[in-house]
């Protein structure tokens, strides 16, 4: 795998730190399909995550003329093919690996967590907060990554109740929500004692990865 890497500026943020990489073999397969469309040589690859706060990402990827990005846009350059990245989407996509496999076609493996969703009303930044924050991360994602899911905390009520989100595999499953009820509730009551119970914000009907055994 190879970083993609700035060449001539053709929008208003190029540095020499990359964003995301790609493997050999989703390079061939972009070359190949720009290169399949009238005027290839002015068209790069637009990454953009298109899902909101609290869901779990969701990418759009497109040919677009990439002289035409905005002057925030982060373009890289790598072995001739324009990767367009909007300012918004970079921090989240840094460290992103996009791959290419004949049976599930080009893949974004992202390291990166979806922002929380703004609930308002909730406590975010608190003492409480963070020791809520910090058994999630000790306790409750560790238990939850065997399964390829994790929750998020979005903000508690100052009244016993946490509010969470899952993701990952645990998203969109009818298992989840009795894994958030009977799992994650129970670790996360016993370990913080101003936490009576949690809620899930998840919508699960829109999730598509399974929760597994």
């Known amino acids: 795998m190879s970083p993609l890497a700035p060449k001539s500026p053709l929008a208003g943020n190029n540095t020499s730190e990359p964003i995301v990489e790609i493997t050999e073999a989703a390079l061939a397969e ?15 690859l637009r990454l953009e995550i298109v899902s909101g706060p609290g869901e779990d990402f969701k990418y759009d ?7 035409k990005a905005a002057f925030s846009d982060e373009v ?5 093919l324009k ?19 004949s049976s599930a076609g080009l893949v974004i493996r992202n390291p990166n967590r979806p922002p929380s969703p703004v609930v308002d009303g909730l406590a975010t ?16 994602n560790p238990a939850l990554a065997a399964h390829g899911g994790f929750v998020t905390f979005v903000g508690h009520d100052n009244e016993g109740t946490a509010y969470l989100t899952m993701g990952g595999g645990c ?16 670790t996360v009551v016993e370990k913080v ?9 998840t919508d699960h009907a829109s999730g598509e990865n399974p929760y597994y055994n």
């Open 193 to 201: 004692a101003a936490i009576e119970r949690v809620r899930d914000l």
């Open 30 to 44: 972009l070359l190949r399909l720009r290169d399949s469309e009238e005027d290839a040589v002015s068209l790069g």
């Open 171 to 186: 998203h969109g499953c009818s298992m989840s929500r009795m894994t958030m009820l009977e799992g994650v509730q129970t």
């Open 83 to 101: 990767v367009i990245v909007p300012a918004k989407d970079v921090e989240l996509l840094t460290g992103a690996v996009l791959d290419f496999t």
């Open 125 to 140: 930044d608190d003492e409480l907060s963070a020791e809520i924050e910090a058994v999630i991360a000790t306790e409750v």
């Open 76 to 80: 890289r350059t790598h072995e001739g």
């Open 61 to 67: 990827l497109s040919l677009d003329e990439f002289r």
